[in-house]
């Protein structure tokens, strides 16, 4: 299966610690997204990348957040001095990148649980 | 006012019956309208994109969009079991000089009973 995977699939950290989740969007797709879902909403959108390039962010994404995508492939989100309001599904997808973004891809999510 | 608004259920049918799922939007903007699929634990699964106002079909399943009234609806024809999940309204104003993000409904969660 090539689909988007994210690393690791469930994590569970103490208030203010860091953490960083992996994720490795499907090949050669140029476009990837970081969304974040709590119980009973929608995922809402936090960064996206075309290749290495950071194109978009959202007022959602403090300064304690960061995302990186090196070298245009694979994508960290880090989260810095966790917050129990930071307890959510991290999602990452990936488009091929045409004209516009019509076709995400999601993987299956990294749930964090801040205590 | 949310920019979407979808009805979050729950929704239980039989086995067989029609399915209509809505969804309203303020901005007018949007372009490009999306449905996904969302199992439990999982991540959401494109299932329908349509531009534009019309009508499309792909199976079982068929959305329609009235930029007129900013209302969306995807309908499930001889729905099934394996249907029962959260369905979630998506739309973008991508290319019309606004942002590239998709603006999620917070999904309305449907189980088809046997």
């Known amino acids: 299966d090539t689909g988007v995977s994210q690393n690791p699939r469930h994590k569970i950290t103490k208030r203010g610690q860091n953490v960083t989740f992996r994720c490795d969007p499907i090949?050669?797709?140029?476009?990837l997204y970081w969304y974040r879902q709590t119980l009973g909403q929608g995922p809402e959108f936090l960064t996206y990348?075309?290749?290495?390039?950071?194109?978009?962010k959202s007022r959602l994404l403090s300064d304690r957040f960061s995302a990186e995508r090196p070298k245009g492939s694979f994508s960290t989100l880090e989260i810095q001095r966790t917050e129990q309001g930071d307890s959510a599904m991290y999602l990452c997808?990936?488009?091929?990148?045409?004209?516009?973004?019509?076709?995400?891809?999601f993987g299956s999510g990294t749930q964090l649980s801040v205590l | 006012q949310k920019e979407v608004e979808q009805d979050p259920g729950p929704l239980s049918v039989p086995e067989g019956a029609i399915v209509s799922l809505n969804c309203t939007y303020s901005?007018?903007?949007?372009?490009?309208f999306m449905w996904y699929r969302q199992y439990s634990r999982k991540g959401p699964e494109l299932l329908m994109y349509?531009?534009?106002?019309g009508n499309k079909e792909d199976g079982r399943f068929t959305a329609q969009v009235d930029k007129s009234s900013k209302y969306i609806s995807l309908f499930i024809r001889d729905s099934q079991p394996s249907d029962s999940a959260t369905y979630l309204c998506?739309?973008?104003?991508?290319?019309?000089?606004?942002?590239?993000?998709?603006?999620f409904g917070k999904g309305t969660k449907l189980t088809v009973n046997p």
């Open positions: 997808a990936s488009s091929p990148g045409g004209a516009v973004n019509e076709k995400l891809f």
């Open positions: 090949s050669e797709h140029n476009r």
């Open positions: 990348f075309q290749n290495e390039a950071q194109l978009e």
């Open positions: 901005n007018s903007a949007f372009q490009y």
């Open positions: 349509t531009y534009s106002s």
């Open positions: 998506a739309m973008s104003a991508a290319g019309q000089g606004g942002s590239e993000k998709l603006v």
